[in-house]
């Protein structure tokens, strides 16, 4: 999925630490959902539709996700 990330407005968590190693989120004006690495900004950035980041999320916070080792 692609979206228009020029006009995007990035914004890290509260709970984030201030070293800047995190994820940012944007909100775009296409209704897709942009994040990117904080630590590189001007890399890559992934975009999802709006229902699969709300699913992700809804996970996340239900804690549904379970770290497995290799």
Do not use: I
Not at 16 to 33: I, K, P, W, Y
């Amino acid at each position: 999925m692609t979206g228009d990330l020029s006009r995007a407005r990035w914004f890290k968590s509260s709970y984030s630490e201030t070293s800047g190693s995190c994820v940012e989120v944007a909100f775009l004006d296409s209704g897709m959902v942009g994040v990117r690495d904080s630590k590189n900004p001007s890399g890559p950035a992934l975009v999802f539709a709006s229902d699969a980041w709300d699913s992700f999320t809804a996970c996340a916070n239900a804690r549904k996700f379970h770290h497995r080792n290799s």
